[in-house]
């Protein structure tokens, strides 16, 4: 079956360094790719996506290119801040049949970010 | 963007009882929804998958009569864990798939079983 492999936490970064979150996959056909944030406290939000190879997902200052060589989708951000501090979650969305699509899961990395 | 709410976010009960989770998409109807549950330090499970109007179809090893999950409309899933023990404690989340596809995720609930 489908699976989402990403580097284990916990990561602790101080403010301003470069983060990369490693994330690769299995998977049959041809997956979307997706990292999910979980705040402190809250539930999980889209952070970005990628939907066939080659496509680079951005928002808010990170970044993942979907590297269908390499099976990786790799989450990058140069300059951290505190507010960055939440788990990250590597996800993969395939079609399951009958018109509905299943995300599968990365275990999850915890990011802190220190002052 | 579209909104799922899910409600309650935090709930406690006593052991024995049962807790009813609702998943609601709020501005647009919702043909599959998901329910995940997610344990500490651990990634998201897929507890079930559920299509409006059928029969929930749940992951190996999760007990039906344990989770019961009601797709009655397009907008509304429910979750409801029966005779609730302190091992069921833990974070459940909805997602709904709209009819394009795309994935939303509700905010979550935090069951707490004393």
């Known amino acids: 079956g489908d699976s989402v492999t990403q580097m284990e936490g916990p990561v602790t970064l101080s403010e301003e360094a470069f983060l990369t979150i490693n994330c690769t996959y299995t998977?049959?056909?041809?997956?979307?790719l997706f990292w999910y944030v979980q705040y402190p406290g809250e539930g999980l939000q889209l952070l970005l996506k990628?939907?066939?190879?080659?496509d680079k997902g951005s928002n808010k200052g990170f970044e993942a290119t979907y590297r269908k060589e390499t099976t990786s989708f790799h989450l990058e951000k140069g300059s951290v801040q505190v507010s960055d501090s939440a788990v990250y979650f590597c996800a993969l969305s395939a079609y399951s049949g009958a018109g509905s699509y299943q995300l599968t899961f990365g275990k999850g990395t915890k990011l802190s970010v220190i002052p | 963007g579209a909104v799922v709410s899910q409600h309650p976010s935090r709930v406690i009960c006593k052991s024995g009882t049962s807790v009813k989770i609702e998943c609601r998409s709020l501005?647009?109807?919702?043909?599959?929804m998901f329910w995940y549950r997610q344990f500490p330090k651990q990634s998201l499970m897929l507890m079930a998958t559920?299509?409006?109007?059928?029969?929930?179809?749940?992951e190996q090893g999760v007990e039906k009569d344990k989770f019961l999950i009601n797709h009655a409309s397009l907008t509304l899933s429910t979750l409801t864990v029966t005779s609730a023990h302190p091992e069921d404690s833990s974070f459940y989340i909805c997602?709904?798939?709209?009819?394009?596809?795309?994935?939303?995720f509700g905010e979550g609930s935090r069951l707490t079983v004393l």
């Open positions: 990628a939907t066939k190879a080659d």
């Open positions: 559920s299509n409006e109007g059928s029969k929930a179809t749940y």
């Open positions: 998977a049959t056909g041809y997956p979307s």
């Open positions: 997602s709904a798939s709209s009819l394009r596809g795309e994935l939303f």
């Open positions: 501005d647009f109807q919702a043909t599959t």
